[in-house]
């Protein structure tokens, strides 16, 4: 539904010039919560801002329902953000922020009101409608950002970093409510954010960027078990490089010689050459006897988070790996420091990358 | 008796605070008393003495400097008539100020806002270069008006040699010259102001406004110009109240025929001797200036909501 076609931007120019979008192009469809994902600097406010209308691209096209909206002004595009610091008009009460949109479109003033209304409502903010920005709370003022945003209806919402501000707890409610928000409207999202927790929880697709580029796209499920390169891997969550050797047969060799069948990418050709294998650390475990292990390390560190322990075990070939045990009172384990234990895991468990 | 000791120091203490306090404040109490409620009140009290026969007063009471200021009694009959010199004096000082103040708001917001958005590091540069004139003296930079604007002078050899006119159009002693000599003198007033309020503009409210379908233009109606409205309250009263009370650009620019509010009162004060009437005539300027203060700042509080 929104078509972003080799997209480039670019600031500064000659040799000092720095390339934000380095010819993106992705699709996203009707009614999806879309979300940019990547490290700051990648060129997702970018894009998005380019999506505003805010940022002019040297070349590509972005096209909403079929028609190219790259020479329209913000004003033009049917298209709202909620920013990321909110940007309330601070003049203006709840209701008049809301409104805001609507009136500058010329309606009516009763469906203006009622509008109005039904966007506070929805955001939870109706008691608030006659306070000014300054008096909310920084949920609060989310809540109006949002509806204010959502009032005009438009096709697709952008959120810039929207829930950045909020403190851990309210942005877990928030998220929540983003996607309530966003399956009640039916409006499409697309949600930039460089917290990849968030991401994964809210997400129908990610894209996940990174100097300009786009690296991978998928559902959270598929970008988080089957990580294309080494960044997207490295980016979402916690993992595991370990260096081996891929043989002509399919097998790969392990560090400390022993060797496993792993499952490659379709398009990867099956022949010898070093490659990295993504192992999670959470889809491992700890044995105590190592022989009984595909790997095997020396435990260094162990760290306790509450809900489980990190170990942290050098292998054979001097590389560091987490194994992630929940912890679980009733059945305690000790391993001591300096013990040599085994890391066993399932064969599904292990994604191939190239190099 | 125990009890009632730490409450005796305290009542001391208190009050050996509330006498320090008034202590460290009584230069500034000093300096406001000397400089400005004491001459206003010699300026007060003279406006109802007799004028002296060469300048200065007598002291006898008399409402003379009061009627003066609108009335001009015949000097055959005594029978008073309004002063129509002094009313068109009164209506030329309100307009030109009024201009004035208009002009630079006009000026001054572009400027204002041209500066608050370049990069952090040029700002500085740019507004150097807005307070440059304030180094020169005022005479000289009216002086330098005057070269532009005389029938032989820069503006009018221009348009002459471009063929645009056959001859000199008179400027000077004019109120167009009073006016431009105000705007030219005023404008860093209004621009100073303009660009500390515009400078604590939250740009990402003028990004949120365009992205809610708000033209250019009325982004700048609803959105830019209430966030600097502080600025532009300043702004105008740095310039309106100067340009009420202006002597020496309407002294030079107008010549001797278009006189401003400054000039009638300094003539009082030399040429006519009538220290009270020019008491009266400053007295006047100081209620209109408050009254015309009072009214803005209303209006413009207003307003917003």
């Known amino acids: 539904m929104i078509e972003v076609d080799r997209i480039h931007v670019r600031f500064g120019e000659g040799p000092g010039a720095f390339i934000a979008l380095n010819d993106v192009s992705v699709t996203i469809n009707e009614s999806e919560f879309f979300t940019l994902l990547g490290p700051s600097g990648c060129g997702k406010t970018t894009l998005l801002r380019s999506i505003a209308g805010f940022i002019h691209p040297s070349g590509g096209a972005i096209r909403l329902a079929g028609q190219n909206i790259l020479s329209l002004p913000p004003f033009k595009r049917p298209v709202n953000t909620v920013f990321q610091n909110y940007a309330l008009f601070p003049h203006m009460t709840v209701a008049e922020n809301v409104g805001f949109g609507l009136e500058m479109l010329g309606r009516p003033r009763a469906e203006i009101a009622a509008t109005v209304e039904e966007m506070l409502a929805l955001v939870k903010m109706t008691a608030m409608a006659s306070r000014r920005p300054s008096e909310l709370s920084g949920g609060q003022q989310q809540r109006v950002a949002l509806a204010r945003a959502l009032a005009p209806k438009p096709k697709v919402l952008l959120l810039d970093e929207s829930l950045s501000a909020l403190d851990l707890k309210l942005r877990k409610e928030m998220q929540i409510e983003l996607k309530r928000l966003q399956s009640e409207t039916g409006i499409t999202f697309i949600f930039v954010t460089h917290d990849q927790e968030e991401a994964l929880t809210m997400s129908d697709r990610i894209a996940v960027m990174s100097a300009g580029t786009i690296r991978q796209i998928g559902t959270p499920r598929e970008i988080y078990d089957h990580p294309r390169e080494r960044f997207v891997a490295d980016f979402i969550g916690d993992t595991n490089f370990v260096q081996a050797n891929l043989s002509a047969d399919g097998t790969v060799e392990l560090p400390g010689g022993a060797r496993i069948r792993a499952g490659l990418q379709e398009d990867a050709a099956v022949a010898a050459r070093p490659v990295t294998l993504v192992i999670r650390p959470e889809q491992t475990v700890l044995e105590q006897v190592p022989e009984k292990a595909p790997l095997s390390g020396v435990l260094e560190n162990v760290v306790y988070c509450g809900t489980d322990t990190h170990y942290h075990l050098m292998l054979a070939d001097g590389a560091r790996f987490v194994v992630r045990r929940q912890n679980n009172p009733a059945r305690p384990v000790t391993f001591e420091k300096g013990q040599r234990l085994g890391i066993g895991f399932e064969p599904q468990a292990v994604q191939v990358l190239e190099g | ?305």
């Open chain 2, 1 to 305: 008796m125990a009890v009632t000791q730490p409450n005796t120091d305290l009542v001391i203490a208190n009050r050996r605070e509330t006498r320090n306090r008034w202590l460290l404040l009584l230069p500034s109490i000093v300096i406001l008393l000397a400089a400005a409620v004491g001459p206003l009140i010699v300026v007060v009290i003279y406006s109802f003495l007799t004028a002296g026969d060469y300048g200065g007063v007598v002291w006898h009471f008399s409402w003379d400097g009061w009627l003066g200021v609108f009335t001009t009694s015949d000097p055959f009959d005594g029978t008073l008539s309004l002063a129509n010199a002094h009313i068109s004096i009164l209506w030329r000082s309100v307009k030109l100020s009024f201009l004035t103040t208009l002009f630079c708001l006009i000026l001054g917001f572009p400027t204002a806002y041209f500066i608050a958005t370049r990069p952090v590091t040029q700002r500085d540069g740019w507004m150097l270069l807005i307070t440059i004139p304030f180094w020169t003296n005022l005479l000289i930079r009216t002086f330098a008006i005057m070269g532009l604007i005389r029938n032989e002078g820069l503006a009018n050899g221009l348009l002459e040699w471009l063929g645009i006119i056959d001859h000199p159009i008179q400027m000077m002693f004019t109120d167009f010259a009073i006016l431009l000599g105000m705007v030219y003198v005023y404008l860093p007033l209004m621009v100073l102001p303009l660009y500390a309020s515009m400078e604590r503009l939250n740009f990402s409210l003028i990004d949120a406004a365009y992205d809610l379908y708000a033209t250019p233009f009325r982004v700048l109606r609803r959105v830019i110009v209430p966030a600097v409205k502080p600025g532009v309250v300043a702004g105008s009263i740095l310039v309106f109240v100067p340009s009420l009370g202006a002597y020496v650009i309407p002294r030079i620019l107008g010549g001797g025929t278009q006189l401003m509010l400054g000039n009638l009162i300094e003539l009082q004060f030399g040429q006519a001797r009538n220290w009270p009437l020019g008491a009266a005539l400053s007295l006047t300027l100081l209620v209109m200036v408050t009254v015309a203060l009072i009214v803005y700042v209303r209006a413009s509080a207003n307003e917003g909501d």
